[in-house]
């Protein structure tokens, strides 16, 4: 915190000098918001702009707490870090917990060392929460300054998650490490990385690594193949000392993000439902551990902590039986089942063939599509054609950082083949990712 002083005093807040491709981020009123920070070339700090937007879900009197998504290395992850906030999937977690959502995007150039955002003690940690006191003040939820963090990372994403573990354990009620990991001992390749501590706060706080199997696991060589090994290291020192990690291998992928939200969604819900505070304002509860369940390191099946046989200190760590199970389909095929149906649209508003809608995503397995009825027959769906290249197909589609595509999408339909001097009946209806569908 040594550099907080200066860096409240350098970055101003300015919209006009961003450049491509950072300068046409989503455009944001209420419920969202938006502070900018020019870059500084004090040592220390950060030395990249970067731009925070946050999402107070409605009618929230007290925030409880934010949730991060934080994305990965390079000017395109960097970039899709501008939609994260207005994720609907991510925000039903955020919402059943009285949280923000809030989404970095840091103006990094294609070639320039991410290792410059990425590790936190390079200016990002002190970044983060000056844009969360600011944006606290914008949106008139100061307490969003003080409350606790869930966060979610990719890749470079990863590598900040859990150094503002190692570095904030008191603040943080869950890290999800997709394909990145601190590190604790010297790379002679990588002398820019510097090495962290494990201080022993850090063992109590929830942490999962989710690296996809073709980043050395199954896939030995390759631009991704280190990650393994990495995750390896990071796990055995964490598990090792008593930590509470566990580790869920994507079957599928390489380094995209595939599936991993419908087991990172449940799981972080878990540990925000475990660890906030009953009143804002609180420390963080201990998470409990009374219903833990172990797995072996690349296995597929857990027990309860109890009946695990082996060395525990070595084995996956799960909060509970309900995470294990998902834990166990996630690690086989990723295909998480989900029997309960999504939230019906609401606000359905018709003119002249146009129609218009509001909708919240399942939290189980967030949104698909919409199908349009008229007259009680379906006529369409919304998308079209739903599609995302790195997983089940999504209503907002996917980016590599598992951000919304940009343009942003719509939730708007019109009937082109509606008869002149008709009026029609319409209806809307929410279709999850596993097919199931709302009122």
């Given at each position: 915190?040594?550099?907080?002083?200066?860096?409240?005093?350098?970055?101003?807040?300015?919209?006009?000098?961003?450049?491509?491709?950072?300068?046409?981020?989503?455009?944001?009123?209420?419920?969202?918001?938006?502070?900018?920070?020019?870059?500084?070339?004090?040592?220390?700090?950060?030395?990249?702009?970067?731009?925070?937007?946050?999402?107070?879900?409605?009618?929230?009197?007290?925030?409880?707490?934010?949730?991060?998504?934080?994305?990965?290395?390079?000017?395109?992850?960097?970039?899709?870090?501008?939609?994260?906030?207005?994720?609907?999937?991510?925000?039903?977690?955020?919402?059943?917990?009285?949280?923000?959502?809030?989404?970095?995007?840091?103006?990094?150039?294609?070639?320039?060392?991410?290792?410059?955002?990425?590790?936190?003690?390079?200016?990002?940690?002190?970044?983060?929460?000056?844009?969360?006191?600011?944006?606290?003040?914008?949106?008139?939820?100061?307490?969003?300054?003080?409350?606790?963090?869930?966060?979610?990372?990719?890749?470079?994403?990863?590598?900040?998650?859990?150094?503002?573990?190692?570095?904030?354990?008191?603040?943080?009620?869950?890290?999800?490490?997709?394909?990145?990991?601190?590190?604790?001992?010297?790379?002679?390749?990588?002398?820019?990385?510097?090495?962290?501590?494990?201080?022993?706060?850090?063992?109590?706080?929830?942490?999962?690594?989710?690296?996809?199997?073709?980043?050395?696991?199954?896939?030995?060589?390759?631009?991704?193949?280190?990650?393994?090994?990495?995750?390896?290291?990071?796990?055995?020192?964490?598990?090792?000392?008593?930590?509470?990690l566990g580790v869920a291998v994507d079957p599928l992928t390489a380094h995209e993000c595939g599936n991993q939200r419908?087991?990172?969604?449940?799981?972080?819900?878990?540990?925000?439902?475990?660890?906030?505070?009953?009143?804002?304002?609180?420390?963080?509860?201990?998470?409990?551990?009374?219903?833990?369940?172990?797995?072996?390191?690349?296995?597929?099946?857990?027990?309860?902590?109890?009946?695990?046989?082996?060395?525990?200190?070595?084995?996956?760590?799960?909060?509970?039986?309900?995470?294990?199970?998902?834990?166990?389909?996630?690690?086989?095929?990723?295909?998480?089942?989900?029997?309960?149906?999504?939230?019906?649209?609401?606000?359905?508003?018709?003119?002249?063939?146009?129609?218009?809608?509001?909708?919240?995503?399942?939290?189980e397995s967030g949104i698909g599509h919409f199908a349009i009825l008229r007259d009680g027959e379906e006529i369409a769906?919304?998308?079209?054609?739903?599609?995302?290249?790195?997983?089940?197909?999504?209503?907002?589609?996917?980016?590599?950082?598992?951000?919304?595509?940009?343009?942003?999408?719509?939730?708007?339909?019109?009937?082109?083949?509606?008869?002149?001097?008709?009026?029609?009946?319409?209806?809307?209806?929410?279709?999850?990712?596993?097919?199931?569908?709302?009122?």
């Open positions: 915190m040594r550099y907080l002083v200066f860096l409240f005093a350098v970055l101003p807040i300015l919209a006009t000098a961003q450049q491509p491709p950072y300068d046409n981020p989503p455009s944001v009123e209420a419920p969202y918001y938006r502070v900018r920070y020019e870059a500084s070339d004090k040592p220390g700090e950060l030395i990249f702009p970067v731009q925070y937007t946050v999402w107070i879900p409605e009618g929230v009197e007290k925030l409880r707490g934010v949730v991060v998504h934080q994305h990965g290395c390079g000017e395109g992850s960097c970039k899709s870090g501008q939609t994260g906030a207005f994720d609907l999937h991510w925000q039903a977690l955020a919402e059943k917990h009285d949280c923000a959502l809030m989404a970095p995007s840091y103006e990094q150039p294609q070639d320039a060392d991410c290792q410059m955002w990425c590790d936190p003690r390079n200016g990002s940690s002190d970044a983060f929460q000056k844009a969360l006191a600011d944006l606290g003040k914008q949106s008139g939820h100061p307490e969003l300054a003080e409350v606790p963090w869930a966060i979610w990372g990719h890749s470079g994403g990863g590598h900040w998650c859990g150094g503002m573990v190692m570095l904030h354990p008191e603040r943080v009620a869950a890290a999800w490490l997709r394909s990145g990991v601190p590190l604790f001992e010297s790379n002679p390749d990588r002398t820019q990385i510097k090495p962290h501590e494990l201080p022993e706060a850090a063992l109590g706080v929830p942490m999962m690594c989710n690296p996809g199997t073709k980043e050395g696991v199954t896939v030995k060589e390759g631009r991704f193949a280190g990650v393994w090994p990495a995750n390896e290291k990071f796990f055995a020192a964490v598990r090792g000392a008593g930590g509470l419908y087991l990172a969604i449940p799981w972080l819900d878990a540990c925000l439902s475990a660890r906030l505070p009953e009143k804002p304002g609180e420390p963080l509860k201990p998470m409990p551990t009374e219903d833990t369940w172990l797995a072996p390191l690349l296995g597929t099946k857990a027990v309860p902590a109890a009946a695990f046989e082996g060395d525990k200190t070595k084995a996956v760590w799960l909060p509970n039986e309900t995470i294990a199970k998902k834990w166990e389909h996630y690690v086989r095929d990723t295909e998480i089942p989900d029997v309960t149906p999504p939230p019906a649209p609401t606000n359905v508003e018709v003119e002249g063939n146009t129609i218009t809608w509001e909708a919240e995503a399942d939290l769906t919304v998308p079209a054609e739903p599609k995302n290249p790195f997983g089940r197909p999504l209503f907002q589609g996917l980016q590599y950082s598992d951000t919304p595509a940009a343009p942003l999408v719509e939730m708007t339909f019109t009937d082109e083949a509606a008869k002149a001097g008709k009026k029609p009946e319409y209806q809307v209806i929410s279709v999850n990712t596993v097919g199931l569908k709302s009122e």
